[in-house]
């Protein structure tokens, strides 16, 4: 009956949301911008996602006669085809003959020589709402080298998909890394607008010349809307499931355990050929998200999440850390299950999750110990935010 009551709530939040306005993305809203554009020499920060409707933002900026002078792209580079962690290279755009900026390749920050010709920069690219989501980590770092380097900032904000809720550990210092650039629990709930606006006011950024920060917002949305992306952001988010699963499943990375990569499924299945327990079996094979997949060929034996309705995941507003504890609970092989590298720390964002995973502690008593850090995070969160809760 619950289900019934929730799934009933959220078709008429859906039906009442379509009924008031559609979100109108920041990039959509080009009279509010292209003036601070006009007679500019300007970079833009963009990949596949960076579109006005079905027109990707560079063709349309070109069209409209400005004058881009580079692109920048983040991880899954220009296109989003490239896989995760796949080193991206720079290289020319076919139609355009514009040079395009790998800062998933050799550098993860723009230098001198690619920022010395700018008058502006443009970020325009959809995140998802987590923080180990590396678009977020790019923008903190191109909008530092701007910063530094005196160069207006203009970001053209768009709805989070998982901006409904906060939760999660709020990184520790020592575990800072492009996986964690800031001091953010791991649903941080704000567009990349308001994390913009954040970096900046909370001196989280290094500034050593006057700078502009412009965000400019999106119309028709709050932090509760129900926003399901028009395009996939990365390969292996392929729908709203996927997007809304991964923060939670997203932590299963810094384990052996395989998250569905090279299945059609990613973020929607997980599995290890070792694990005897769950509800399906699946075999990862290489594909354009994942070219050489963990357990390529291996039957993987584990739980199936592609049934959850959609609905029931968006409402659920929490990190689910059952699928951890219950996957570390009946793995034959614990010595092992954590790697080695300390890849899960950084996800996590500190080393107590592993060790309370390892000591037997409830989902509950976990929730509990971030307490404190995510109301101190509230209060600063509260101070930036664009739209209403």
């Not at 923008?139 to 904000?157: H, K, N, R, S």
């Not at 709805?159 to 409904?164: A, E, F, K, L, R």
């Not at 070219?291 to 739980?303: A, E, T």
């Given at each position: 009956m619950y289900a019934k009551k929730t799934c009933l709530l959220f078709c008429v939040m859906m039906v009442a949301s379509s009924l008031w306005a559609q979100v109108i993305t920041g990039a959509e809203r080009t009279s509010a911008y292209l003036p601070m554009l006009e007679g500019k020499r300007v970079g833009l920060l963009i990949n596949h996602s960076s579109r006005i409707g079905q027109v990707h933002l560079l063709d349309s900026l070109l069209a409209l006669r400005v004058n881009v002078q580079r692109i920048f792209t983040p991880e899954h580079g220009f296109r989003g085809n490239d896989g995760a962690?796949?080193?991206?290279?720079?290289?020319?755009?076919?139609?355009?003959?514009?040079?395009?900026?790998?800062?998933?390749?050799?550098?993860?920050?723009?230098?001198?020589?690619?920022?010395?010709?700018?008058?502006?920069?443009?970020?325009?690219?959809?995140?998802?709402?987590?923080?180990?989501?590396?678009?977020?980590?790019?923008?903190?770092?191109?909008?530092?080298?701007?910063?530094?380097?005196?160069?207006?900032?203009?970001?053209?904000?768009?709805?989070?998909?998982?901006?409904?809720?906060?939760?999660?550990?709020?990184?520790?210092?020592?575990?800072?890394?492009?996986?964690?650039?800031?001091?953010?629990?791991?649903?941080?709930?704000?567009?990349?607008?308001?994390?913009?606006?954040?970096?900046?006011?909370?001196?989280?950024i290094t500034c050593n010349a006057p700078f502009t920060l412009n965000v400019i917002r999106c119309e028709n949305y709050t932090h509760q809307s129900f926003y399901d992306l028009p395009v996939k952001p990365s390969p292996n988010l392929p729908n709203a499931r996927a997007v809304l699963l991964y923060p939670s499943l997203c932590l299963f990375e810094g384990t052996v355990i395989s998250v569905g990569r090279g299945t059609d499924w990613p973020f929607q299945r997980i599995g290890h050929p070792d694990y005897t327990w769950g509800n399906t079996i699946f075999t990862p094979r290489p594909n354009d998200g994942a070219r050489n997949p963990p357990y390529n060929g291996q039957s993987c034996n584990g739980y199936d999440y592609r049934k959850l309705p959609v609905d029931s995941l968006f409402t659920l507003k929490k990190l689910d850390l059952e699928p951890l504890i219950t996957f570390y609970r009946h793995f034959p092989d614990k010595k092992h299950f954590f790697l080695r590298n300390g890849y899960f720390d950084m996800l996590a964002g500190t080393d107590q999750l592993r060790k309370q995973i390892r000591h037997g502690h409830t989902a509950e008593e976990i929730r509990q110990t971030w307490a404190a850090d995510l109301e101190a995070y509230h209060a600063i969160r509260n101070k930036y935010l664009l739209y209403a809760e």
């Amino acid at each position: 009956m619950y289900a019934k009551k929730t799934c009933l709530l959220f078709c008429v939040m859906m039906v009442a949301s379509s009924l008031w306005a559609q979100v109108i993305t920041g990039a959509e809203r080009t009279s509010a911008y292209l003036p601070m554009l006009e007679g500019k020499r300007v970079g833009l920060l963009i990949n596949h996602s960076s579109r006005i409707g079905q027109v990707h933002l560079l063709d349309s900026l070109l069209a409209l006669r400005v004058n881009v002078q580079r692109i920048f792209t983040p991880e899954h580079g220009f296109r989003g085809n490239d896989g995760a962690g796949d080193v991206v290279q720079d290289s020319f755009d076919e139609q355009t003959g514009l040079k395009i900026v790998s800062l998933y390749g050799k550098k993860l920050k723009p230098d001198q020589y690619d920022l010395a010709d700018l008058d502006v920069m443009v970020f325009d690219v959809q995140d998802v709402g987590a923080r180990f989501y590396t678009y977020i980590s790019t923008m903190y770092i191109v909008l530092e080298a701007c910063a530094q380097a005196g160069i207006p900032f203009i970001v053209l904000d768009r709805p989070n998909p998982n901006g409904h809720y906060v939760d999660g550990p709020v990184i520790e210092r020592r575990e800072l890394s492009f996986v964690g650039v800031a001091r953010l629990p791991i649903v941080h709930g704000c567009t990349v607008g308001e994390l913009a606006n954040m970096f900046v006011g909370e001196s989280w950024i290094t500034c050593n010349a006057p700078f502009t920060l412009n965000v400019i917002r999106c119309e028709n949305y709050t932090h509760q809307s129900f926003y399901d992306l028009p395009v996939k952001p990365s390969p292996n988010l392929p729908n709203a499931r996927a997007v809304l699963l991964y923060p939670s499943l997203c932590l299963f990375e810094g384990t052996v355990i395989s998250v569905g990569r090279g299945t059609d499924w990613p973020f929607q299945r997980i599995g290890h050929p070792d694990y005897t327990w769950g509800n399906t079996i699946f075999t990862p094979r290489p594909n354009d998200g994942a070219r050489n997949p963990p357990y390529n060929g291996q039957s993987c034996n584990g739980y199936d999440y592609r049934k959850l309705p959609v609905d029931s995941l968006f409402t659920l507003k929490k990190l689910d850390l059952e699928p951890l504890i219950t996957f570390y609970r009946h793995f034959p092989d614990k010595k092992h299950f954590f790697l080695r590298n300390g890849y899960f720390d950084m996800l996590a964002g500190t080393d107590q999750l592993r060790k309370q995973i390892r000591h037997g502690h409830t989902a509950e008593e976990i929730r509990q110990t971030w307490a404190a850090d995510l109301e101190a995070y509230h209060a600063i969160r509260n101070k930036y935010l664009l739209y209403a809760e």
